[in-house]
Structures are given as structure tokens and as C-alpha cells.
């Protein structure tokens, strides 16, 4: 099996969707969170398309691990897709809208003991003629250099697999991060909201100081607000891709959040917690229409190391 739909409410193993589609189909599960539609790739494609590339043995052979990666890439991106897989993928677009989000999720990816953020690629804005390319740049960032480094600095013996994400993008206006236990007071009873205009990959990167609120998880209270200049926004770009513009001074000095926007993040943001039983780290986005969570995973407090631990 090629494809899983992420509302399809099955139960599946971790290392046959990697942890953020995992995560992407229990989130799809719990009421009142709506996730964008979409499915997934497995990693039972990935292992098919590179049977017969010896990226294993080549990483024995090899040693170097900036070696190894460049050529294990390069054997992905070059091969063609078969026909009945691509046939099997295109398929799977059915009835969904584009442009498309294409992201990777690893075996290892977003659980409790390995978090991967970053490590590997995803893709934004993808229309359909181009979804293919990048479905296997997205296989093929599994063996980046610093996804390789990770690994071994994480003891993770095997490489394993990565599935891809393919969802309908949110257009949205704005976007942004919940972290249900404030990571820099290391605060149980506190939920952080940074939000700011556009996709959510500026406030996720850094690239824009967002608005930030301090929400009481006891009742839902805000105990502090720091509403920011938010001179730039990531936006969906003609085409393809995304790009990064800038914003005129009245919207970029204005609230992104309104009263029952924060009430809502709040909510759903309780119940993702529960629902999992630990703290989470949540991203989404909002639309004229809804909000949407595109991602939520464990969320790592200071003095954690990449495993988790202490």
C-alpha cells in the first residue's frame, strides 16, 4: 500500500507513516480540530523506490558521512519514478484542491524521544505537475548531512524510512505556534501563543518577531500580551513556492489574534494535550474560513537532549 488518507481514522504503525502523518491522523481524530485534507505516502514507497540503489552498503563502504549523502541524494532525485507507483500517488489527489503542502515524515520523527524538527525538507505552494519532484527530494532529505549527524549524535542505529505528507494548502492570513507548557520558564501551568501574518514558517524559522500571549491553562485567562512589528510575512508565491514580503505599517503593528481566535487555540490546544497525555508543540494556521492544525508533536522543555531526556 502506497497511500493512507489522513482522514481515514485508522490506526497505523509509526514506521509505515513516520510520526508527523501518525500524529496528522490522531489529530484528524479529536473533535473540534480540523486538520487540512490530504494523505500520505508510506514508507513502504520510499523502501520500494530504493531497493535496488544499495544506500545501506554504500554507507558502509563510505564512512563519510558528507560523502554519503551527497551520492545517496543524488541516487534519489536521478532515478525515475515507476508508473504504478506515480500512477498510485496521482491518484490519491482526487478530489483534493491545489497548491499543496509536500512534507517529509520520518520513522523517528516527532515522538517522544526524537523530535527531527528541521532536519528534513518540506514543500510549500507545490502544484500538481510538480508533485513528484518533489516527493523525492522530500525521500531524498532523509539523508542529509545534518539528518545523518542527529542520527548518530541521537543513537539511532538505523536510518529507517521517511513517509511524505501531500495536504491542501491553507491559505492563510495567519499563522503561528501553541506551546501548551511555556518552554522558557519551564511553567506547566502556562500555554504560549506566537502568532504573526502570513504562513507559519516565519514564526517556526524565526525570520519574524511574532505576537506572543501567555495563557492561564487553568482558565483560559491571558496573563501577558506582547503584540510585535511584524514587518515581514511569508506568502504563497505564483506558481510555486513562497516568498517573503514585506508589510505596510498599519497591519504589521495590528493584533493578528483576535479575543475568540485565542479562545479557540486555546481549546483545541487543551485537547490536543489531553488527547496525547503530554505537552505539546502545535502549529497552525487560519483562514478566512477555520483554523487548522498542520502539525503537533511532544514538546521538548530546556535541559531536554534531542532523545528527550535530561
Known amino acids: 500500500m502506497f497511500t493512507v488518507d489522513l482522514d481515514s481514522g485508522r490506526k497505523a504503525l509509526q514506521s509505515m507513516l513516520g510520526g508527523k502523518a501518525a500524529n496528522l491522523i490522531e489529530l484528524a481524530g479529536i473533535d473540534g480540530v480540523k486538520v487540512p485534507r490530504g494523505y500520505c505516502i508510506t ?73 527531527f524538527a528541521g532536519q528534513q525538507d518540506s514543500y510549500l505552494n507545490v502544484q500538481p505537475k510538480d508533485l513528484i519532484p518533489a516527493i523525492k527530494d522530500c525521500w531524498a532529505s532523509l539523508y542529509n548531512a545534518h539528518a545523518l549527524h542527529y542520527r548518530r549524535h541521537s543513537d539511532i542505529g538505523s536510518i529507517g524510512g521517511i513517509a511524505v505528507i501531500v495536504q491542501e494548502m491553507v491559505d492563510a492570513h495567519s499563522a503561528g505556534v501553541i506551546m501548551t507548557q511555556d518552554p522558557v520558564e519551564g511553567d506547566k501551568d502556562t500555554m504560549v501563543i506566537d502568532a504573526s501574518w502570513g504562513l507559519g514558517c516565519s514564526v517556526v524559522s524565526g525570520e519574524v ?56 487555540l486555546y481549546k483545541i490546544a487543551m485537547d490536543i494535550e489531553r488527547h496525547f497525555g503530554c505537552a505539546q508543540d502545535i502549529e497552525f494556521s487560519i483562514d478566512l474560513r477555520d483554523i487548522y492544525i498542520v502539525q503537533a508533536r511532544p514538546l521538548l522543555m530546556p535541559g531536554e537532549g534531542p532523545n528527550g531526556k535530561t
Open 209 to 264: 518577531n511574532p505576537d506572543s500571549y501567555n495563557i492561564r491553562k487553568r482558565d483560559g485567562a491571558i496573563a501577558y500580551r506582547s503584540i510585535a512589528n511584524k514587518r515581514l510575512m511569508t506568502v504563497g508565491k505564483d506558481g510555486h513556492n513562497v516568498e517573503v514580503s514585506l508589510v505596510g505599517r498599519p497591519i504589521a503593528d495590528a493584533p493578528v489574534l483576535e479575543e475568540k481566535d485565542l479562545g479557540r
Open 43 to 115: 514508507t513502504d514507497a520510499f523502501r520500494s523506490f530504493t531497493r535496488d540503489l544499495g544506500l545501506t552498503d554504500w554507507m558502509c563502504d563510505i564512512g563519510l558521512v558528507s560523502e554519503f549523502s551527497h551520492k545517496a541524494q543524488n541516487a534519489i532525485k536521478d532515478k525515475e519514478m515507476p508508473f504504478r507507483m506515480a500512477h498510485d500517488i496521482c491518484m490519491a489527489l482526487y478530489g483534493l484542491r491545489p497548491p499543496f503542502a509536500v512534507r517529509s515524515s520520518a520513522s523517528h520523527e516527532d515522538s517522544k524521544d526524537h523530535s
